[in-house]
């Protein structure tokens, strides 16, 4: 496209200065290809697409409009805007399609005519079907000091684009296809001995820990604040890398394979599965502010919920309940290690990434040690004991029992469930809506094997087992048995 | 010296023609249309002949406690106790969600009593939407409360008086399918009685009884002890059940009475084995957990199995009893 082509004023910056108009961000065109809106201390830089030479300072994120509106375009980056980290595209036309579906009752305020628009969009339906497809692994590394079982897989694949917090996939642990042939067992050539050993059958469910955004650094949410609702608007983002944290169980045939994986290897996947979550939703609820209770492994797709919700500008406090702080530090090849200000811990370096602040980061360890120096959480937000406990006392402070009105918070917990139990006790006195992540044993992951049941209340208040893959995995906890 | 319109890959039960030997097989696609959400549905919908629904039973079933099912090498064992919404349920929420696939659907039946399949089948026949069913699936293989909690499937009597009893109270003509179970000395015994009994097609072969020890906590691993044992590891059994069967039943042999090839089915080949062992038609479960396009690889490779050597599915039928 020639520059010459986005200079006139375009209904896109009319479009978006009402769209920040409902927040309350006020705007300013900066020249003629770019507008700047502020809220108090958060500022947004939006740019007319095409304009490469005025290229943002390195530090600062925003958001990239595209005036052409005969285009449709749902991708975060072109590929040609690799140079400008932290921009975010969009087409008008989109941008449009998107708030018809999204926030349909604020169409008028963005003055669009709501029977002007084609619904039938190409990316209108796909979103929530079920994909088979295959995934890339970027990288395998151990997680631990001293290195155990623990790990944390990338993995690159086109195929993810929809998948929103709570969601899973099914990934086979191994290159090569599941061990469906006529004849399952090969020939080994190096031993000259028939090759015996149990291979996983099924493929194993996982939770997305991370996402990673093509053309974004991967800490673009520490500083970026995006008004709730474009957040609302162009949810879920679109990214195509993925960490996923497992622990290669003792005699665990499918982890044991999946720490065998290496970079460059394919493996089968299968997904988004289970229900999407929106945070806006919350939105809509009255709710500003979200506890993160994680136990362990649990952190994992809480990491992920954080990233999604800071994009929608929530106040995050996360808690991450662990048995020991050596269990979750990074490897020496971990990218992360080159990050500013990174502690070379998992969690705490991929929420401090996502903005979670310091002094809303906190961590209570079982074996209590002297937490080292550098963590990027503040001190007396370290305790030794559980998780549990250590929220309980913290919300008391917080929502004493004098205000005992429900607060606008809600909290999502995820761990073993003697842990989400005592979460839930705390926040069920105390009238915090409270979600669970639930995770199961499983074979199909599609809702027709009945395998991955938990005791769930009915409409009528009896008890039936609800499958985790179809029903959740995220649930009130108010609708389960505990 | 053939038609070359007709459909290689077409397959008679009675006086149903499937358009593809592929069936589900029962408690492995769910009950109501749990596929419509693949991305390659419609692709998965046009391979398949018939959809065989999860077990029925007349009233709701909350099924079995954790732990349901786990793997084994070359398979899966299961017990997950028949869970499922009840007749109400199914006909109310589930079936016209199935309608949309536009297949023959056949609803598979589990009952603890004999009276209880009786009043079963006639509840799905006696209401609007019976149109929708093709026919019926006896699952004999579910404990028998009169008979201390044994299988029905493994007494050739009692085999008997359920097919009669669901024949009878079933619509005239919806097809009758009697799913054996594999644990018995004698496959021909049960599946006599149950062409005694008036079945229109024998399906077989239901789970492989087992079980498995957790040696951590010393304990059964699954919740019910006692689990069904599926996938590629019982595709042996199963063959052979069936070529038992069509060597030695006259009324299969003649394809009065035809059989549905299930258990361990995971590729085309397992597929044909079944077929020229003298099942007509075949059901694929637990591989569909496994690969999704499992379907979809199954029927191409037997569509082009059949035209490398020119010739249609019926024809293969039974060939490996030819000696």
Request: hydrophobic share 40%; aromatic share 6%.
């Amino acid at each position: 496209m020639k520059k010459s082509a986005i200079r006139q004023p375009s209904p896109a910056w009319e479009l978006l200065r009402r769209l920040l108009a409902i927040d309350g961000w006020s705007c300013q065109m900066s020249g003629s290809t770019a507008l700047q809106a502020k809220k108090g201390k958060s500022a947004v830089l939006f740019k007319a697409l095409g304009d490469t030479a005025n290229r943002p300072p390195p530090s600062s994120a925003g958001v990239m409009i595209a005036p052409d509106e005969n285009r449709l375009q749902h991708s975060l980056l072109p590929q040609n805007a690799g140079k400008l980290p932290g921009w975010l595209r969009l087409s008008t036309d989109e941008l449009v399609q998107l708030a018809a579906r999204r926030i349909p009752d604020r169409l008028p305020a963005l003055g669009i005519d709501p029977l002007k628009i084609d619904t039938q969009t190409p990316h209108a339906h796909h979103q929530w079907l079920i994909d088979h497809f295959t995934v890339t692994v970027k990288s395998n590394l151990p997680v631990g000091r001293p290195a155990g079982n623990q790990f944390k897989l990338r993995f690159q694949t086109a195929h993810l684009r929809g998948i929103t917090p709570g969601q899973f996939i099914m990934l086979q642990t191994r290159p090569g296809g599941p061990v469906l042939k006529s004849r399952p067992f090969t020939w080994n050539k190096a031993g000259r001995t028939l090759d015996l050993a149990p291979k996983a059958f099924l493929k194993r469910p996982f939770g997305i820990h991370r996402a990673f955004f093509p053309g974004f650094a991967p800490d673009f949410l520490r500083t970026l604040s995006l008004p709730s609702t474009l957040a609302a608007i162009i949810h879920p983002p679109q990214a195509d890398e993925y960490d996923i944290f497992y622990k290669a169980l003792d005699g665990g045939i499918g982890t044991h394979e999946l720490r065998q994986l290496k970079p460059g290897d394919k493996i089968q996947a299968l997904g988004p599965l289970g229900n999407p979550f929106d945070p806006a939703s919350l939105r809509a609820r009255g709710i500003e502010e979200i506890h993160l209770i994680g136990g362990g492994m649990g952190m994992a797709p809480l990491t992920f919920m954080a990233q999604h919700l800071r994009l929608h500008g929530f106040r995050i406090k996360a808690f991450v309940g662990l048995f020991n702080l050596a269990a979750i530090r990074l490897s020496d090849t971990d990218q992360w290690h080159n990050q500013t200000a990174a502690s070379g811990h998992l969690f705490l370096d991929d929420l401090a990434a996502i903005g979670v602040k310091p002094e809303d980061l906190f961590v209570s360890e079982e074996n209590k040690t002297r937490p080292p120096a550098g963590l990027p959480l503040h001190p007396k937000n370290f305790s030794a004991g559980f998780v549990t406990r250590q929220y309980e006392r913290w919300v008391d402070a917080q929502h004493p029992a004098s205000r005992r009105a429900q607060p606008p918070v809600m909290a999502f917990a995820c761990g073993p469930i003697p842990m989400m139990r005592g979460v839930w006790q705390t926040c069920q006195a105390r009238k915090i809506p409270l979600k669970v992540l639930m995770e199961k044993r499983m074979a199909c992951g599609m809702g027709v094997c009945f395998s991955c049941v938990c005791r769930a209340k009915t409409a009528e208040g009896t008890e039936r087992y609800s499958r985790v893959c179809l029903d959740g995995p995220i649930y009130d906890a108010q609708n389960l048995i505990w | 010296m053939h038609n070359h319109s007709a459909n290689p890959l077409a397959a008679r039960l009675k006086h149903l023609t499937l358009n593809s030997p592929l069936l589900t097989a029962s408690g492995t696609s769910g009950s109501c249309n749990e596929m419509g959400r693949m991305k390659n549905h419609r692709r998965i919908l046009h391979a398949l002949g018939a959809f065989v629904t999860k077990g029925v039973t007349l009233e709701p079933k909350r099924g079995n406690p954790e732990i349901r099912v786990m793997e084994i090498r070359t398979g899966l064992m299961n017990s997950i106790g028949l869970q499922n919404s009840g007749a109400a349920g199914f006909l109310q929420k589930e079936l016209p969600q199935l309608e949309s696939c536009r297949l023959p659907i056949l609803v598979n039946i589990s009952a603890s009593t004999i009276g209880e399949f009786g009043k079963l089948a006639a509840y799905l026949r006696d209401n609007d939407r019976e149109e929708l069913i093709a026919g019926l699936e006896i699952n004999v293989s579910c404990p028998n409360l009169h008979a201390g909690g044994m299988a029905f499937g493994v007494d050739p009597r009692l085999v008997e008086r359920v097919v009669k009893t669901v024949r009878r109270h079933s619509r005239k003509d919806w097809i009758v399918i009697t799913k054996l179970s594999p644990n018995v000395t004698d496959i021909t015994l049960p599946a006599r009685a149950a062409i005694e009994g008036g079945t229109d097609v024998l399906s077989m072969i239901n789970t492989v009884r087992g079980m498995a020890v957790n040696i951590e906590t010393r304990k059964p691993f699954l919740g019910n002890v006692v689990g069904g044992l599926s996938g590629p590891a019982i595709k042996p059994v199963g063959v052979l059940m069936v070529y038992q069967c069509f060597t030695k039943i006259p009324e299969c042999r003649s394809l009065r009475v035809p059989i549905i090839g299930i258990g361990g089915i995971a590729c085309w080949q397992d597929a044909l084995e079944y077929i020229l062992a003298g099942a007509t038609a075949t059901g694929i479960g637990t591989a569909w957990f496994v690969n999704p396009n499992v379907f979809i690889e199954v029927r191409d490779g037997l569509e082009k199995y059949l035209s490398r050597h020119r010739t249609t599915l019926a024809k293969l039928v039974g060939k490996a009893c030819d000696c």
